[in-house]
């Protein structure tokens, strides 16, 4: 149902409530998000040698992105649990920025996408890198959370320009 204000998740009442996808087809759905978070240079060089006292920042970070895509349901209030295909969550260190670049990839096949998966999942590598590493710089800075390209369902394919 479409509110009076063209957002989906609101009915003609007003009220917030979760879409019926069901008359929905499957679809190969697909989303790509990225983030980064800026530190110091010294914090960089840490986790990317892997020398954090908690451990490696990047693997625990990755699994974490992972897992949180698995769990975005239980956390955003009207999304869809959905059974997700594939998740890839790839950190690299940046030296411009100093910092790192995470991407996250999502792929399944259903009735609704995974945007709000593949940014949920970049959002929490990014927390988990700043928790790994607070001990070493508690001024670390995570920004650019956002939705880099979709793929599926009634609207199709974009990608940002």
Known sequence: MIGADGLSHIDTGGEAHMV???GKRDTLRLARATGSIRMAP???????????????????????GILAAKRTAELIPLCHPVPLTDVQVTVV???TLPGLRVE??????GKTGVEMEAMTAVAVTLVTVYDMAKALDKAMVISDVRLEEKDGGRSGHWKRA
Do not use: H
């Open 104 to 109: 996250a990839a999502v792929r399944t096949v």
């Open 42 to 64: 010294a914090t960089l060089r840490a986790i990317a040698e892997a020398t954090v006292t908690k451990g490696d920042a990047i693997a625990v970070a990755r699994v974490a």
């Open 20 to 22: 019926d996808v069901s």
């Open 93 to 95: 260190p940046d030296d």
